[in-house]
């Protein structure tokens, strides 16, 4: 029988041996890759954000002193619908809100183009006024405050706030929105214009809010255009996670 050399006892099988891309080659590869990936779900999908102020306590805390808690923002939901009254959204604020506004890039333009390029992969925060508050009021609804027992009213009916903890005096028949030394906690009333947000903080005695902004422009809203996403969770200090409770404060 013929030998064809395949399965003798002396035959050797010789493969040629794959060249191992060497791991310094494939690392720029990868950390693009990573960025690139940051990049997408930083911009379409999630990011966290720093709570620098004391407007959202106890909810969110970021009161001087303390460490500020890092919140999850996703940003897919409000493609499918618009925010709604009890949800904690950060926004872009709206020109008027900007006035004390400092912008955190360098005066050098090399440093500058670097911290532009980490913020798109979020490794710096965004130059931009980004605040977070609670959503009261939607387009087209009327909201003031406030009726006998000091509680915010939306078309005429008053809100369930069991995350106000703080909030201006209101005595029934010794400060309240008609006796001579007026409570602070009394606005309105106001309409808020279609496709526009009223926004209030937890903290109703510190927030500058829609009701500190109300000579605006806009009459103290905010356009759901310039909501970047809802708060679901806080994922730092480690003793705070938990996520961010949304529940609609307007009564049936």
Request: net charge negative; aromatic share 8%.
């Amino acid at each position: 029988m013929p030998d064809n050399g395949a399965n003798g006892p002396d035959s050797v099988s010789v493969r040629p041996k794959k060249k191992s891309r060497s791991f310094w080659r494939e690392l720029p590869i990868l950390i693009v890759v990573a960025l690139l990936l940051s990049f997408v779900l930083q911009t379409f999908i999630a990011r966290v954000y720093l709570i620098p102020s004391e407007s959202m306590e106890p909810t969110l805390h970021g009161c001087p002193g303390c460490t500020g808690d890092r919140i999850l923002v996703e940003k897919i939901g409000y493609h499918f619908g618009d925010p709604e009254p009890g949800d904690v959204v950060v926004f872009k604020g709206p020109d008027s809100w900007n006035t004390e506004f400092v912008s955190t890039r360098s005066s050098n333009v090399v440093v500058r183009g670097i911290q532009e390029v980490g913020s798109l992969v979020g490794l710096v925060p965004p130059d931009e006024n980004d605040l977070v508050k609670r959503v009261i009021a939607t387009g087209g609804q009327t909201v003031e405050c406030c009726d006998d027992q000091g509680r915010v009213l939306v078309d005429g009916k008053p809100l369930d706030e069991p995350y106000v903890v703080t909030d201006f005096p209101f005595v029934p028949g010794t400060q309240t929105c008609d006796t001579p030394v007026r409570s602070g906690r009394c606005f309105g009333p106001y309409t808020v214009p279609e496709g526009n947000l009223w926004v209030m903080g937890d903290n109703r005695s510190n927030s500058a809010d829609s009701r500190y902004h109300v000579g605006d422009e806009l009459g103290g809203t905010v356009p759901v255009d310039n909501v970047i996403g809802k708060a679901v969770l806080i994922v730092l200090p480690p003793s705070r996670w938990g996520t961010i409770d949304s529940p609609n404060p307007q009564t049936s």
